[in-house]
């Protein structure tokens, strides 16, 4: 006898998933999930960059590199919708807050030349996402001039468009534009699912209590989980 519960009617038993995820387990479909890569950019990222230019030890971001590429070949596989952001300007500056450029009284800041181009200027070789992680030609890539990725993006748009219901979330850095966009996914209706190894922080007590801040309270921002129990049910293994 079939299930004719009205929930049960909605799901598609090829494309339904459940992962183990903090603070409950957490049902989604591959159909209406998303994979978005926060900033994962040469400048937060790589030695030599804007982020190792502040005084940042880059290798605690780093360790995000491979378990984000396991992901993202998993979420390929299935087929999942992929979008890609990047935080950075106009080379006019014209979109950054004064506020934004004035902020840290800093030698280097956001459109000054840097090691790597213009420091946060689109175009800029800086402004890139690594290599390791570079979108395919059909995944979308978001700029965004702010932390959050839905304030003055298109993302909302591309999300409605294909029906998503679930993001999982990868990138740098987790208490800035990770936390930001969570927020705002979570206001919207989204239901969030960050992947614990595959967000970094310069800071390792903002790691942890950051990761925390997502899953206290039954959820109050949403679910945390690991890169391999992620694959694992996105694979169904
Ligand atoms: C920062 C970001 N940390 N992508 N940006 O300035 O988190």
Same mark, same amino acid.
């Given at each position: 006898?079939?299930?004719?519960?009205?929930? $049960?009617?909605?799901?598609?038993?090829?494309? =339904?998933?459940?992962?183990?995820?903090?603070? @409950?387990? #957490?049902?989604?479909?591959?159909?209406?999930?998303?994979?978005? *890569?926060?900033?994962?950019?040469?400048?937060? #990222?790589?030695?030599?960059? /804007?982020?190792?230019?502040?005084? +940042?030890?880059?290798? #605690?971001?780093?360790?995000? &590199?491979?378990?984000?590429?396991?992901?993202?070949?998993?979420?390929?596989? $299935?087929?999942?919708?992929?979008?890609?952001?990047?935080?950075?300007?106009?080379?006019?500056?014209?979109? $950054?807050?004064?506020?934004?450029?004035?902020?840290? +009284?800093?030698?280097?800041? *956001?459109?000054?030349?840097?090691?790597?181009?213009?420091?946060?200027?689109?175009?800029?070789?800086?402004?890139?996402?690594?290599?390791?992680?570079?979108?395919?030609?059909?995944?979308?890539?978001?700029?965004?001039?702010?932390?959050?990725?839905?304030?003055?993006?298109?993302?909302?748009? #591309?999300?409605?468009?294909?029906?998503?219901?679930? &993001?999982? *979330?990868?990138?740098?850095?987790?208490?800035?534009?990770?936390?930001?966009?969570?927020?705002?996914?979570?206001?919207?209706? @989204?239901?969030?699912?960050?992947?614990?190894?595959?967000?970094?922080? @310069?800071?390792?007590?903002?790691?942890? *209590?950051?990761?925390?801040?997502?899953?206290?309270?039954?959820? !109050? /921002?949403?679910?945390?989980?690991?890169?391999?129990? $992620? !694959? =694992?049910?996105?694979?169904?293994?």
């Amino acid at each position: 006898m079939p299930d004719m519960r009205p929930d $049960a009617l909605d799901v598609d038993p090829e494309t =339904s998933r459940i992962v183990e995820a903090e603070p @409950y387990p #957490l049902s989604f479909d591959l159909s209406t999930t998303a994979l978005i *890569i926060i900033d994962m950019q040469r400048d937060f #990222l790589e030695p030599g960059g /804007f982020g190792e230019l502040l005084g +940042n030890d880059v290798s #605690l971001l780093r360790s995000t &590199i491979q378990p984000t590429k396991d992901v993202l070949e998993a979420a390929r596989s $299935a087929g999942l919708t992929v979008i890609h952001t990047r935080e950075g300007h106009r080379p006019d500056l014209m979109d $950054a807050p004064s506020s934004k450029l004035a902020r840290g +009284n800093l030698d280097l800041g *956001i459109g000054d030349e840097g090691p790597m181009g213009r420091i946060l200027v689109r175009g800029e070789e800086g402004h890139n996402i690594i290599p390791e992680l570079a979108p395919l030609a059909n995944e979308p890539v978001v700029d965004k001039p702010g932390k959050g990725a839905f304030f003055e993006t298109d993302l909302q748009l #591309l999300l409605q468009n294909k029906n998503i219901e679930t &993001i999982i *979330i990868c990138g740098v850095t987790t208490e800035v534009c990770v936390h930001t966009t969570v927020r705002e996914a979570n206001d919207r209706g @989204y239901e969030c699912l960050v992947l614990e190894d595959c967000v970094g922080s @310069y800071f390792p007590e903002f790691q942890r *209590i950051g990761i925390e801040m997502i899953k206290a309270q039954g959820g !109050i /921002f949403g679910w945390v989980v690991n890169s391999n129990s $992620a !694959i =694992s049910a996105l694979e169904r293994k």
